[in-house]
């Protein structure tokens, strides 16, 4: 069933609507009576809160933290010993902790008149010192953010390795510092929500722009204390959310409770200098590490210690300590050695929280790992490249147990590295680093390979913690009495194409024609509960259960056709988008007829079996399925300006079996983009105070299309032994290589400058410093 099944390059299904202009987003939506509400966002990031005061007669348009007396605050516990909860009020209670926190929300028939309202609240907040630097926040003296904890630190972890003994025994030792920025997420369409409540179902009716419908009604329910029966989400088009939609925000449960009690529509969108100073945060690492080696560069060890500036507060579910634990987890990456030990501190600072970002602490882990790959090769004096591969974990080591106990299902690490270094031709550039560039720019080639924990399970999130996060999902089909196919999901599409792959399982499972089948994902009310798309899980995951449930119905259909056509229910076979056994054939539209209109005509067993189905997916384990994919990068710097050019890009992934193959390459196409946003362009810088200084699209600067060569891709597809079909995630890729290629590339290009760049993203600024630096230094030593 290649044609239109698992496999096919069809068109996607959701494209038809967005490219005609007739989405339906959050801000698209008309209601009646509709009222638009604005945020009073604190202008301190610590202070403690002497009084928000509402102008006289505004009592009822603009809500304080008084108004939300029984909202309880958002609240991630975690399982995990030391692990210090927060509580984060919807609306600011007794403290500031960030400059963007919501003070009050103010209500009028125009965005532009409650933004007015929001000027016109008296808020006198008694400013306290802001914790900005997460190595200083670690200090025990320093101010802390929440006042009944003895520090900042939301989590300590710690992974023991002997590295001792290697310290005494190991011929090569590298140490490096190493930071990455930290950035904002910028989906398209920001966040947005709009509530009302619906009389006819006596319902509470939260229309989300989000990841995770489900859990935002579990969320919504335990803050607003309103049964979940009596609460409806639905997600319309979302227009991305690369993690900053899956958690629950405050501005969503304001807008649900303003609609729950006054009965009235309440929507608030986020703008983009909203998304910029108050939205969530994501990826500010910081790494101390020593690799140990041997003469050849072989890997032996790693000491490394990280910390992650993770903001004021926890998100619900996933705690604000995700980051770290996928950092500390994931350091030792696509190789094999045996010795790790690895301190990870999740400090608070006056920052926004932290939400899951396109990778998750992986660009980070993947940054600062093949950095001390190149850093190793340069020290024993051989080509990065083949340090790197004979490091890597090799094919016939598969299935393999890395040194944190990460299960590597399958794959061949080596062969993609190979791959990837033919498609930038990397002896090429080897043979024209030898004579100097007539432009005078340096010229330099770096790689990087990751893996990607995909899909993995419920004791995976018990054990970083987080047990509300169920790691199974859901999926109903239904044949309709015409003879199409009705999928629904509580999984939601955010732009990932699961309505056209999530047909395609279908397809393959039941030979149905594409056209026939229709997706709908998300509403609560119509869809089975689900964990949500992220963690790059939505494919093998609500695949896997469509895949199932499809296997049932197709049982189902072959007992009415074998009855239909006087045969036995396995001789029946579903071929050329019909139902056939020997030479005689009934299309899809018979069966539906037959079960649904002429039910005379069948036994009584096959009248009550149901032509809807309902199952459950996991993967046979719960580790997870690994992608893995290498990224290659050729880049040309400007030693007089710092300015980087892109000058050749390619990657090599694999995840399994790939359903469509062109949204695969969409898919990293749109991540590696992010790569390259997160290597040299984007950061929001905080002053000392706590001030963001990245307020616009100016000041944070997102790459762009002449910032890009043109991306060439190649795949691999190793089929997982543990997920239907064989099919692993891939959403998240992309974004994970970028940062480790690129800037090997740029240290490749300025060794002979004795020039590394340790601290992303790489901007001309940093650049250039490092370069200046250097030949101070240089000139220093020879005077
Ligand atoms: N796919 C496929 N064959 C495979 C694997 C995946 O055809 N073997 C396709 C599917 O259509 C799937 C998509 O690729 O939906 C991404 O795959 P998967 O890894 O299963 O990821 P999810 O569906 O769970 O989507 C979430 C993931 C994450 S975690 C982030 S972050 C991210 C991403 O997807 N955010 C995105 N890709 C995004 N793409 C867009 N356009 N917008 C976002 O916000
Ligand atoms: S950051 Mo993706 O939503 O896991």
Redesign the pocket.
């Known amino acids: 069933m290649l044609d239109q099944g698992i496999g096919a390059r069809v068109l996607r299904k959701e494209d038809d609507r967005h490219l005609h202009g007739r989405g339906q987003f959050v801000g698209d939506l008309a209601m009646k009576g509709l009222k638009e509400v604005a945020f009073r966002r604190s202008s301190l990031a610590h202070g403690r809160i002497r009084a928000v005061t509402k102008p006289a007669g505004t009592d009822s348009v603009i809500i304080t933290a008084d108004d939300l007396k029984n909202v309880n605050p958002i609240f991630a516990d975690s399982s995990i010993p030391g692990f210090k909860a927060s509580n984060y009020p919807a609306l600011a209670t007794g403290k500031v902790r960030f400059v963007g926190e919501c003070l009050a929300a103010c209500i009028a028939d125009s965005r532009a008149e409650a933004e007015d309202l929001a000027e016109s609240v008296e808020v006198d907040i008694e400013e306290l010192p802001a914790v900005i630097d997460s190595l200083k926040a670690r200090a025990p003296d320093a101010p802390l953010i929440h006042d009944d904890w003895a520090d900042n630190l939301f989590l300590t972890t710690s992974v023991q390795g002997d590295i001792d003994s290697l310290v005494k025994t190991a011929p090569i030792k590298v140490t490096r510092e190493l930071r990455t920025g930290r950035q904002c997420m910028h989906?398209m369409e920001g966040k947005g929500v709009l509530a009302y409540w619906d009389f006819q179902a006596d319902q509470l009716v939260v229309y989300t722009s989000t990841q995770v419908p489900h859990m935002i009604r579990t969320g919504l329910s335990e803050t607003l204390g309103l049964e979940q029966r009596k609460i409806r989400v639905i997600p319309p088009d979302v227009g991305?959310?690369?993690?900053y939609k899956c958690v629950l925000q405050p501005e969503e449960i304001v807008i649900a409770w303003l609609a729950m009690t006054t009965k009235r529509p309440h929507r608030w969108i986020e703008d983009r200098r909203e998304h910029l100073t108050a939205g969530a945060n994501s990826r500010e690492h910081h790494y101390q590490i020593t690799a140990y080696a041997d003469e050849k560069g072989r890997l032996l060890g790693l000491d490394a210690e990280i910390t992650v500036s993770v903001g004021a507060y926890s998100v619900w579910p996933f705690t604000a300590c995700l980051e770290a634990a996928q950092a500390g987890g994931n350091l030792p990456g696509p190789y094999d050695f045996q010795v790790y030990r690895c301190k990870t501190f999740s400090v608070a600072t006056n920052k926004p929280p932290f939400t899951p970002y396109?990778g998750v602490a992986r660009p980070g882990v993947c940054f600062a790992i093949e950095l001390m790959m190149d850093a190793i090769a340069r020290e024993v004096g051989r080509d990065p490249m083949d340090v790197r591969a004979e490091n890597l974990v090799k094919s016939t080591q598969m299935p393999y147990n890395n040194v944190t106990g990460k299960h590597y299902d399958s794959g061949d690490y080596p062969a993609s590295l190979k791959q990837v270094a033919g498609l930038i031709d990397a002896p090429g550039i080897r043979a024209r680093q030898k004579a100097p560039e007539a432009d005078g720019r340096l010229i330099g080639v770096g790689f990087s390979t990751f893996t990607e924990q995909?899909a993995h399970g419920t004791k995976v999130f018990a054990s970083w913690g987080i047990p509300v996060v169920p790691g199974y999902e859901q999926a109903t089909v239904r044949l309709t009495p015409d003879g199409g196919l009705e999928i629904r999901a509580g999984i939601h599409t955010?732009?990932?194409?699961?309505e056209?792959?999530l047909s395609q399982v279908a397809v393959h499972e039941l030979g149905i024609d594409y056209d026939q089948v229709r997706v709908t994902l998300g509403d609560t009310a119509s869809t089975p509960y689900s964990t949500g798309?992220?963690?790059?899980?939505?494919?093998?995951m609500a695949g896997g259960a469509v895949s199932r449930a499809s296997q049932e119905l197709a049982r189902r259909i072959r007992r009415i056709a074998a009855h239909l056509l006087q045969c036995k229910d396995e001789d029946i076979r579903f071929e050329g988008r019909e139902i056939r056994a020997g030479g005689a054939s009934l299309s899809f539209a018979d069966i539906g007829r037959a079960w649904y209109l002429r039910p005379e005509q069948l036994p009584e067993d096959v009248n009550t079996m149901g032509m809807e189905v309902t199952e459950g997916y996991k993967p046979q384990v719960d580790t997870g399925v690994f992608t893995y994919a290498s990224h290659a990068a050729v880049v040309a710097v400007d030693p007089e300006t710092g300015i980087v050019e892109i000058l050749d890009y390619a990657a090599v992934d694999d995840?399994?079996?790939?359903?469509?193959p062109m949204?695969?390459e969409g898919?990293v196409l749109?991540?590696t983009v992010q790569g390259v946003g997160t290597a040299l362009f984007e950061e929001s810088p905080y002053d000392q105070s706590g001030q963001p200084l990245a307020s616009t699209l100016q000041d944070y600067t997102l790459p762009g299309a002449s910032d890009l060569p043109w991306i060439k891709l190649g795949h691999i597809e190793t089929l997982s032994p543990y997920s239907a079909h064989g099919?692993?995630?891939?959403?998240?890729g992309g974004a994970i290589a970028p940062p480790g290629a690129i800037v090997n590339a740029i240290n490749d290009a300025l060794k002979a400058r004795g020039v590394e760049i340790t601290q992303i993203p790489a901007t001309p600024e940093r650049i250039l410093s490092a370069i200046l630096a250097a030949e101070s230094q240089q000139k220093g030593a020879a005077s």
């Open positions: 989906p991305g959310g690369f993690g396109r995909s955010i732009g990932q194409g699961l056209t792959t798309a992220y963690a790059s899980r939505g494919m093998v995840c399994g079996r790939m359903v469509n949204i695969v898919q749109g991540g099919i692993k995630g891939v959403g998240e």
